[in-house]
């Protein structure tokens, strides 16, 4: 066996080893949805209506959540979570899902239910022709 064959299997074994133990490259959960949007059809370079979930433990919280993102230019409604006792602050938004733009706003809003201890729960979009 060469030292570039020997080179060679050991660089195949290590590449079988990682992705068997997880070491792959895992995608951001913003590119996974925009790759999903693109792969059912929908014009990436048109604004989207995004919605935006921000879950906090009390009313007053996702107000004050609320009332910051209108300043921003969300729609936003605050009800009851689904589930348990917190509460939902829905911001929706027109916005081109550019990666590095909804990258920037998962930052901020995330920032914003952490400063409130809130949770930010990503979002969603439907699907522009």
């Known amino acids: 066996m060469t030292v570039r064959s020997a080179i060679i299997n050991i660089v195949m074994i290590v590449g079988l080893l990682s992705s068997l133990v997880g070491c792959t490259k895992k995608l951001d959960p913003d590119e996974t949805v925009i790759i999903q949007l693109r792969k059912a059809g929908s014009d990436l370079s048109k604004p989207h209506t ?14 004050e ?10 729609t ?20 081109i899902p550019e ?3 909804i990258q920037a706003i998962t930052r901020d809003l995330d920032g914003l239910a952490k400063s409130l ?8 979009a439907k699907v522009e022709k």
């Open 50 to 63: 995004i919605d935006f979930y921000l879950y906090f433990p009390s009313e007053s919280a996702a107000e």
């Open 117 to 124: 201890h809130g949770d930010y729960d990503g979002w969603e």
């Open 99 to 101: 990666l590095s733009t």
């Open 76 to 95: 936003v409604e605050v009800k009851r979570a689904a589930k348990g006792d917190h509460w939902l602050c829905l911001g929706t938004k027109q916005v």
């Open 65 to 74: 959540a609320a009332t910051r993102m209108r300043l921003t230019g969300y």
